[in-house]
């Protein structure tokens, strides 16, 4: 399954980012890339467990 998004390429990443901009519109472009760079940054802090809370050991130290 992933073996085949990672052979994806240069005319197939073409062929997606015009899909995208015929469907959301190069006003909107931005946005939605900002959007989903926010939720990929915040999925990876949610898995590395890293959510701004101090944790009851560094509490102590400071």
Known sequence: ???????????GLILILVIALVIFGPGKLPGVG?????????FKKGIAGDDGEKTEKTQDVE
């Open 1 to 11: 399954m992933f073996g085949y998004i990672a052979n994806i390429g240069v005319p």
């Open 34 to 42: 900002k959007a989903l760079g926010e939720s990929i940054h915040g």
